[in-house]
């Protein structure tokens, strides 16, 4: 699909792809250390803390949040920058400019974006990529997946025919754009995850598809597998390089999970 190639290109370009690359793999190997059955944690527990530490290291990366520079400021400093992650997540961390890539919220939604394109986190089951209720998870995603589908053979604006196609959202007067969804899966019992980047959408009927389309951007981390990244996906640091080490991700017995999501 065109408007799919010209997004992922576009991601590729900015690097925001790399980033989120980069920091899902290791959110979800501190989340599956974190995990323990015995204190109850649950799929709730792992969305919200897949969720909250991909944040952190999507702000780390591109200089926002509590790591946004000072005006006055060159660079953040390293130890201000370590501190919370492992050295491999350090070493392999994407370098990208202060203002490259720009912290765009959306009604209180986390949202990060470059050159016409937004991203917006979302914690999915794993296994249910192709089954989500955006109306369900927030009004703000509801209305993400309202968007108007704008290929990218009819983004125009034509002075002489006084014609113009307006991509996003309405309402969202701080961002003029297209907002995708970064839909990112863990099952902290097998360590499989995936990450998907995509446009949503709400199905019109039954069995419609809850995406106008995605694309699989990482998927891996079963027992003795390593990352699988898509070819236009540089999993780590400065120059990107397409190799990087294997996550270990905690393999525990499966039991049944509740199916509550966060993020």
């Known amino acids: 699909m065109e408007t799919d190639r010209t997004a992922i290109d576009s991601l590729t370009a900015s690097r925001l792809l790399a980033v989120l690359a980069w920091a899902a793999p290791h959110a979800f190997a501190r989340t599956g250390n974190d995990f323990d059955e015995d204190a109850g944690h649950d799929q709730m527990v792992v969305g919200v803390h897949n969720f909250v530490y991909i944040r952190d290291l999507l702000d780390r990366a591109t200089s926002n949040g509590r790591y946004e520079l000072a005006t006055d400021t060159v660079g953040a400093g390293l130890d201000t920058i370590a501190r919370g992650i492992t050295p491999d997540a350090l070493s392999s961390m994407p370098i990208i400019e202060s203002g490259a890539i720009a912290r765009s919220d959306y009604k209180g939604s986390p949202g990060w974006a470059a050159d016409g394109y937004r991203i917006l986190l979302q914690s999915v089951k794993f296994g249910d990529i192709d089954h989500v209720k955006w109306g369900q998870r927030s009004s703000a995603k509801e209305e993400v997946a309202a968007q108007l589908f704008v290929g990218a053979a009819t983004l125009f604006d034509d002075e002489d025919f006084g014609l113009e196609s307006v991509a996003g959202i309405p309402d969202d007067e701080a961002f003029a754009g297209i907002t995708l969804v970064a839909a990112h899966s863990h099952d902290p019992f097998t360590g499989r995850f995936e990450l998907h980047v995509g446009q949503s959408k ?55 999970v509740p199916d509550v999501e966060n993020g």
């Open 202 to 256: 709400n199905p019109e009927y039954r069995g419609d598809s809850c995406w106008h389309w995605r694309d699989l951007i990482l998927s891996g981390g079963g027992l003795g597998e390593g990352i699988n990244a898509s070819s236009s996906v540089n999993l780590t640091g400065a120059p990107a390089s397409a190799d990087a080490e294997e996550i270990s991700v905690p393999v525990r017995k499966p039991f049944a």
